[in-house]
């Protein structure tokens, strides 16, 4: 059978997209919309009864409906992608499936565990893929000998653990899950042999843990008595100022198809980094791996997963290949969502992403196509490239090929191939390939290799200027007019961990509101795109949606203030409640709670985990979106640069069902950051509001003080850390200190505005 035959359009398809019909939720969408069109025009008829209070309201609750119907249009066409790995294997022989270079980022030792880092990479190393198509490359922006040496010591555990993992198939194939679940199975029952074995592996992993937990434990001093033979390349480097280290911990040797016997290469990369020299954090970082691997390996495919993302599903390769090789279109990339293990429950900090997966995810595969999220993607390395849809053939003089990918004539090759598409399908088609590619390796992984190219320009690698470089590099994809999907596999494609605790799950709030309103400052803005490139004008808006996180915590921040506004001035932005207009402000507000509640309960969360969620939003949107608003506008000014905060990754509460550990860690935490400061402002000024209440005339009403009470229930956490949270869980005194400051400048900026009661 001729190749062309395999991925046809006419035979049975690999993957399929169906439309789904959330009947209830476009219902929904229509009240909402209504009640609030109804509630925007009765603040218009009545605007002229009322004060200044009256008019933010008005012009809050337009933002509101603005954001409102961007949410409409991005979840108004929902579908869903089904891919049939089972017909691939029909169709295609293993030795002909392709090959693809798989890409982990890791930046700290400290912040990232690497016991982290060698689970997620032993779980890739062990997928159900030809081991010969695979080569597994790891980024250390930390300059960590103690990362490298994890993985070299992981590299000598998967030569037992990806052998056991195949034999018996394994489901969970990151050691530390597979042993932290009680109930140790294979899926073919349960023989004393692999008794026998797992026993074993849970020895060696244990042994395995101690010597990196030892290595952790020594001191950076004694460090140095071993910086000798394989780490002296680590002796005397700063983080931030050092040469590129780049070691092939394994190559996989076989000559020629070596079927499931083996392991995939393993590759250890820490790009050169030099103070003067900007590195451009994670997509600096990804631009390096492309290269390298570029030299080395050169697959056509390249997946990406963050240093805590293991994969969850051995069948992943194969259920985004069911895409990438399908004849009957060319997607962009596939993007899996992103899921959490040890995930508290109720979702305390807001941050599992779950609803938003579900709904906004199934929108935009009803448009473009997902949105790429930085891990769990897979990419063809041509798109990365800068390939159009149309442009095909991908023929590039080798002058226009060194200019756009830097001086290297090996690089410069190998990139030409990619666009044309004829890159290798197997990773080891000459022995000692990756060792002889080294020296050139070096020489892209270097700091100024980028200097006169492209790279990370548009179109080019992943792109720079946002520190949301994820969300960038997928906009400018869609941009060229490709179009991506999300597949989503059971069991759950990837396991990562969501961040705990206020300060970690405020930061990575604020990172990616920052990023995402630097992209809208940019020319890279999707409002641009849509009238002069391929971007569709639905997939625009849906951008636009999650780009303005940041600018809404404007109207957000003033609607809060509102309430204890109108009770320090004596004045009204709701109807009395005797008055039938207050229906009209309530009703909206009822049918959206219905509509999350209805979301929630669809996806099998507790209601529970709605409030949570509503409340981180109403916490996250005053405070670290506001945050972001503030940095993006000194970045303007140009008094400081925006930077990418790496997120602590915990390995405590990763396995603990007890009670009383999970109610630790899902308690609320603060620290000194000024993230904190409005939330703990509007707490001080919603109580003294409500201290303020000196019966009701022509004033405040009974509105504006249940409003405060519902804010301080919103801002619960805060209260807590006000009054009876002492160390972590109280709000530091500095803190205070400041919000006191600026809610005393609150009030007197206003009091005068009260009414003198007669
Ligand atoms: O200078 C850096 C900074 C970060 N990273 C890596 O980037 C990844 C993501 O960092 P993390 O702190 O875990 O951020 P998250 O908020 O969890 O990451 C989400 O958001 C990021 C964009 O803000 C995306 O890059 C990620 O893929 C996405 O999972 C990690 O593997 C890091 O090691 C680097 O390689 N170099
Ligand atoms: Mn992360």
């Known amino acids: 059978m001729a190749k062309a035959d395999r991925y046809s359009p006419s035979s049975s398809p690999l993957y399929e997209r169906f439309p789904l019909k959330y009947t209830s939720h476009r219902i929904l969408d229509v009240v909402v919309s209504l009640l609030l069109a109804s509630l925007l025009i009765y603040r218009l008829l009545h605007l002229h009864h009322h004060g200044i209070a009256w008019l933010i309201a008005l012009s809050c609750e337009s933002w509101f409906a603005f954001f409102w119907l961007l949410a409409v249009s991005t979840k108004w066409t929902p579908a869903e992608f089904k891919t049939y790995p089972e017909r691939l294997s029909e169709r295609v022989e293993e030795r002909e499936l392709p090959a693809v270079d798989m890409f982990v980022t890791t930046a700290d030792p400290v912040l990232e565990p690497p016991i982290i880092t060698v689970n997620t990479v032993l779980s890739l190393m062990a997928v159900d893929y030809p081991v010969s198509k695979l080569a597994c490359y790891v980024s250390d922006d930390g300059c960590s000998p103690l990362t490298y040496y994890s993985l070299v010591e992981a590299s000598k555990f998967a030569r037992l653990w990806v052998p056991f993992c195949k034999k018996y198939n394994v489901h969970v194939r990151a050691p530390f899950r597979y042993f932290s679940v009680a109930e140790v199975s294979s899926g073919n029952g349960e023989s004393s042999e692999f008794r026998q074995e797992c026993e074993k592996m849970k020895e060696e992993y244990g042994k395995l843990c101690c010597k990196i937990e030892e290595a952790t434990g020594k001191q950076p001093s004694s460090w140095d008595v071993t910086y000798s033979g394989d780490l002296a390349a680590f002796a005397h480097v700063e983080r931030r100022n050092h040469p590129t280290i780049i070691k092939v911990i394994w190559e996989n040797k076989y000559d020629t198809w070596a079927g499931e016997e083996g392991l995939p290469h393993l590759v250890y990369i820490s790009r050169e980094k030099r103070p003067e020299h900007p590195h451009h954090y994670k997509a600096g970082a990804m631009n390096v791996l492309t290269r390298v691997s570029g030299v080395m390996t050169n697959a056509p495919f390249m997946l990406n997963v963050d240093c805590d993302m293991y994969a969850n599903n051995p069948l992943i390769v194969r259920y985004a290949m069911c895409v990438l090789l399908d004849a009957r279109r060319e997607e962009g990339f596939v993007q899996f969502p992103q899921s959490f293990y040890g995930a508290l429950k109720d979702d305390p900090f807001g941050n599992q992403l779950v609803v938003l997966f579900q709904f906004v995810g199934a929108g935009i595969s009803g ?66 390939r990756l060792l002889d590619s080294v020296e050139v390796a070096n020489q892209v992984a270097g700091c100024s290799y980028e200097s006169s190219s492209n790279w990370g320009k548009p179109n080019i690698g992943w792109q720079y200027g946002s520190t949301t470089e994820d969300v960038l590099t997928g906009l400018g994809i869609h941009t060229r007019g490709w179009s991506s999907v999300m597949c989503n596999p059971y069991p759950v494609a990837f396991l990562g961990c969501a961040p705990t605790g206020g300060p970690a799950s405020l930061t990575q709030q604020k990172r990616w509101a920052t990023g995402l309103l630097e992209i809208l400052i940019s020319g890279r803005n999707p409002l641009i ?41 004596n004045s009204n932005f709701l109807p009395k409640l005797q008055d039938p207009g207050i229906y009209i402000v309530i009703a909206p507000l009822a049918a959206y709670t219905v509509y999350t509640l209805l979301e929630y309960s669809q996806t099998g969360l507790s209601i529970r985990a709605w409030w949570n969620n509503m409340r981180m939003a109403r916490i996250v949107a005053t405070g670290p979106r506001f945050l972001s608003l503030l940095s993006v506008i000194c ?124």
Not at 418 to 423: I, N, R, V, W
Not at 540 to 555: D, F, K, T
Request: with cysteine; hydrophobic share 40%.
């Open 635 to 758: 970045k303007v000014l140009g008094l400081s640069e925006t930077v990418f905060e790496v997120t602590q990754k915990d390995t405590t509460s990763s396995s603990d069902d007890d009670q009383s550990q999970h109610d630790v860690a899902s308690r609320f935490t603060f620290d000194g950051s000024l993230m904190f400061v409005p939330g703990t402002v509007l707490v001080n000024l919603a109580a003294l509001g409500i201290g303020l209440v000196t019966g009701f005339g022509d004033g405040s009403g009974l509105g504006e003080v249940i409003s405060c009470v519902v804010l301080l229930s919103f801002f619960w956490p805060f209260v807590e850390g006000l009054f009876v949270g002492r160390g972590k869980y109280g709000i530091p005194l500095a803190t205070v200190g400041k919000s006191f400051t600026l809610a005393l400048v609150f009030v007197l900026s206003f009091i005068t505005r009260r009414p003198k009661s007669a």
């Open 529 to 569: 795109s849509v009238f002069t490139a391929k971007l569709q004008f639905r997939q625009c808006l849906a951008y636009l949606w999650i780009m303005i996180w940041g600018l809404r915590s404007i109207p957000e921040l003033c609607y809060s203030l509102l309430p204890a506004y109108c009770l320090i001035t």
């Open 367 to 432: 448009i473009q196509g997902a949105f790429y999220g930085g891990t769990g993607c897979f990419h063809r390395r041509k798109v990365i490239y800068g390939l159009c849809p149309v442009d095909n053939t991908g023929e590039f003089s080798e002058k226009e090929l060194l200019r756009i990918f830097g001086t290297s004539i090996e690089f410069a090759e190998s990139a030409g191939l990619a666009l044309k598409g004829h890159t290798n399908s197997q990773t080891n088609t000459s022995r000692g």
